[in-house]
T-cell receptor, first 115, second 114 residues
Framework: KAGVTQTPRYLIKTRGQQVTLSCSPI?????VSWYQQTPGQGLQFLFE???????NKGNFPGRFSGRQFSNSRSEMNVSTLELGDSALYLC??????????????FGQGTRLTVV | AQSVAQPEDQVNVAEGNPLTVKCTYS??????LFWYVQYPNRGLQFLLK??????LVKGSYGFEAEFNKSQTSFHLKKPSALVSDSALYFC????????????FGSGTKLNVKP
């Protein structure tokens, strides 16, 4: 069974540009969450999608957005990139929403560097 | 609000010795607690979870964790450390109302020396 796939693995962008990251969850998983990992702030929740609807959102500016498609694949977009957006972006998939004992499975992440 | 704390940035242990990575939690209600491991330039790998039941939880790669309600702790343990266990370990608690939202600790770097 394939795991969570994130593309691309590495990305270098210039300040002011926008970027789109992709996440394909484990087959059958309908929930996709995104996290930002930085040395200073650690792992921070960005948002969660379930059945093409955003269910939860973290404390990030509106420049960070996402969407989920009918096949559960998700994309996140960051517009007007800033140097501080440089981070490892992790995607996690879960089987259900509302099942407390279900663990999340993480992808390998996309390393975004903003120059 | 839920949160977890990992008081140690780094833990050093010799190969073959037991290891403990500490985690304390703060939740309202019953906690759903998790441990994940991260190797360099990789995502997070699930190790184990506590939902309910036995206070000693066994997980992957010989790891186990002890849930202690009175001390609000969920320490990760392994009887005999391996060099290959060297990695970054994260404790996490699940949001009480949004089950696909985790709050992570700051991480503990485990160094196992041969």
């Amino acid at each position: 069974k394939a795991g969570v796939t994130q593309t691309p693995r590495y990305l270098i962008k210039t300040r002011g540009q926008q970027v789109t990251l992709s996440c394909s969850p484990i087959s059958g998983h309908r929930s996709v969450s995104w996290y930002q990992q930085t040395p200073g702030q650690g792992l921070q929740f960005l948002f969660e999608y379930f059945s093409e609807t955003q269910r939860n959102k973290g404390n990030f500016p509106g420049r960070f957005s996402g969407r989920q498609f009918s096949n559960s694949r998700s994309e996140m977009n960051v517009s007007t990139l800033e140097l501080g957006d440089s981070a490892l972006y992790l995607c996690a998939s879960s089987l259900h929403q509302g099942e407390g004992d279900t663990e999340a499975f993480f992808g390998q992440g996309t390393r975004l560097t903003v120059v | 609000a839920q949160s977890v704390a990992q008081p140690e940035d780094q833990v050093n242990v010799a190969e073959g010795n037991p290891l403990t990575v500490k985690c304390t939690y703060s939740v309202s209600g019953n906690p759903y607690l998790f441990w994940y491991v991260q190797y360099p330039n990789r995502g997070l790998q699930f190790l184990l979870k506590y939902i309910t039941g036995d206070n000693l939880v066994k997980g992957s790669y010989g790891f186990e964790a002890e849930f202690n309600k009175s001390q609000t702790s969920f320490h990760l343990k392994k009887p005999s450390a391996l060099v290959s266990d060297s990695a970054l370990y994260f404790c996490a608690v699940r949001d009480m109302y949004n089950f696909n939202k985790f709050y992570f600790g700051s991480g503990t770097k485990l160094n196992v020396k041969p």
